[in-house]
């Protein structure tokens, strides 16, 4: 069995090579008495998927920086039965704070919390009301997916815009709730007729690729759209999307809306494609609550962290090379949308908002 | 499994059944079509249901009234079992299951299209376009499996040939240049597939998993480390241009979706053609079955087992690459980590299907394709029916196919039996 062996030594060279750039420990600094670990555990996208998972590292190495007594950690889970035995490696190496990102950690952090009661720990987009101990962070992203369905209203010149998901869950279809609300608001405020393909708000029933990583299906998705006359359309499916964003620059029959993070930032080969982005700002979050744990302040796990358009949580990126193509008039819409919002003039609902 | 066919059984007299495989079929065929003209007509709107011969609105359409549609199509479906059921016109078997399952697709479709409309062009496109990763890819499988090799790693094959096509591909700023190092990469699996099972004699199915897995990792470690951060150096490989075939590509609805379409798609269609003839009247083919059936029996006619077996693997190694390059080159203009979603599992779901044969995989390709684009189809245009049914039919069909349609299937006897020479 030479061959085999030949591949377990590959296997560990590949292994060592991923373990090459683990981050450092900030040992021997001034602060080194006080150290607060923050320990993060990816979901399965990893740590550089571009969206949520490095949105919150990059937020506890922002935290880093700004309170120099914060030490970052973080450990990637290959698949979902990761999450445990990676919670739990945490909690026995005693860090201070362990933030478990994504929705689909729940329940796995719900266990582990419940049976270390006096460990802190932190959730991004989940809420888990049934322990005292865990700090959640979630975003209304449908107040800026409502600026979002607002803008491709206004932008379509055909008169019908599109949006699909990754998967049916709440963290997903919020976005489309937001955005199909935001074209209703624009047909109630200019009496138009734009329509709306892919989700139903009603009947919570649309379109939906069964997969975060398949970008054929993506653009399979994107050309059905195209033919029913879709001139924008805002995919909520991470890399899925990446197929849509691909034939539109191809095409040029289409523009997109991005989601989570600047699709011309994340995704900078589109940048060309992308009409703006529906952010969520969970750097901003993550670094929010580190530096206030680091300098010993006490997190408020019953209310946590609800990002809004009023406290930049959730916003619509730049226009990027969309900006001279946007009429500016439409620009002014928007941004007076945002301050109705933000004032509470108009409410957004949805019944996949964060639970208060 | 018992290796005796229905062919064989066809020479023994048995006594004849009332309730035969046509009768049964025909029965469950009568069952759809009161479905259909009842169910779909009483719910479709009596409004028209457009069939564009385009990709969008415009240009000529098929008109028919909805309501209509799926209670004249629904009594299409119910003529076709019956006279299945009555056991008249046993000739036309095939052609009454063809006709039955059309009949009740389109009064479907008069149902959820009423009042809206559908582009042909665009529908015969997707589902092309879906399917042809999924042809590839099961011809790979054939070339493995008749010779005697289970290919469970095309699913690998695909990852390394996508991947190698856009990590080359960019490089050398050439769309065949990418193509070859696709066909490259599912060589590379091919290489390890054959050598472990055919030397080192290791579990074909489990080695296949295993050698996805391997695919899985190394391609999304090498994304991770090696793409992501430089994009624009490593993964933004040129796309694959669109060859028109003058005079064939004016043909209305087909002309468009087969004559005017990537170069891919010519491959794929050039390789059925000339694996099905290969398979069935060359030498190599006769070879390839005899290693495939009965080993031992080719070895004393004095035919290399295993040349002929590591051969065939290695060929269709390089064509589920190329199948790869689909994802990268064709579909969209970059790799991305675990982008073929499982479609290799799909195309030898397909493989099975076309009862291992060049011909039977490509339309069970096709027929996979085009309940995947429909059922896109019919979420966006906003249909009733539940999202996670949409995506279920597909797979729904399939299932549906292989047991009512196609019946027991035989795999090469000596599928997936490492040959030792005694």
Known sequence: MRIVSVFAVGGLALSAAACGEAPKNNEGGSNAANKYTACMVTDTGGIDDKSFNAGAWAGLQAAQKTQSNVDPKYVASAAEADYEPNLTQYVNQKCNFILAVGGLMRDATLKIAQANANQEFGIVDSKIAEVKNVYPMQFDTAQA???????????????????????????????????????????????????????????????????????????????????????????????????????????????????????????????????????????????????????????????????????????????????????????????????????????????????? | MSTVTVEDLAGVTVPRRFWTRERKTGAVFVALGVLAAGLFGALAPAETARFTLSEDASGAALKINGQFGAILFGIVTIGAGATLLAGVARRWTSTLLGLGILAFVLSFLCWQVAGKFMPLVDTAKGSLELALPLILGALAGVLCERSGVVNVAIEGQFLMGAFGAALVGTMAASVWIGLLSAAVGGLVIAVLLAVLAMRYLVDQVVLGIVLNLLALGLTGFLYERLMQPHADVYNQPPRMPTWRIPGLADIPVVGPVLFNTNPLVYLALILVAVISVGLARTRWGLRTRAVGEHPAAADTVGIRVKGTRYRNVLLGGLIAGAGGAFFTLVSTGSFNKNMTSGAGFIALAALIFGRWTPVGAFFAALFFGFANKLATYLSAIGSPVPSQFLNMLPYLATLIAVAGLVGRVRAPAADGKPFIKG
């Not at chain 1, 955005?179 to 405020?189: I, Q």
Request: glycine content about 12%.
């Open chain 1, 145 to 356: 997916a409502f600026l979002a369905g607002y803008l491709a209203a206004g932008y379509s010149k055909t008169g019908t815009v599109a949006t699909y998901g990754g998967m049916k869950i709440p963290p997903v279809t919020i976005f489309m709730d937001g955005f199909v609300d935001g074209v209703a608001h624009y047909n109630k405020v200019k009496n138009k007729d734009v329509k709306v393909l892919g989700w139903n708000k009603a009947t919570q029933n649309g379109t939906f690729a069964e997969a975060f990583t398949d970008q054929a299906k993506g653009k399979a998705i994107s050309d059905t759209f195209v033919a029913q006359r879709a001139d924008v359309i805002m995919p909520v499916a991470g890399g899925t999307g990446l197929g849509t964003a691909s034939a539109a620059k191809e095409s040029g029959k289409f523009s997109v809306i991005w989601v989570d993070s600047d699709g011309c930032e994340s995704a900078a080969q589109y940048c060309s494609a992308f009409l703006s982005t529906v952010e969520k700002n969970i750097s901003g979050a993550v670094e929010q609550a580190v530096v206030a744990g680091a300098k010993g302040d006490k997190l408020d796990n019953a209310t946590g962290y609800v990002g809004t358009l009023a406290n930049d949580g959730v916003s619509l990126a730049p226009y990027h090379e969309f900006d001279g193509k946007v009429p500016a008039e439409l620009k002014a819409e928007v941004e007076k949308l945002k301050a109705d919002v933000v004032s509470g003039a108009i409410k957004v609902e949805s019944p996949n908002s964060p639970t208060k």
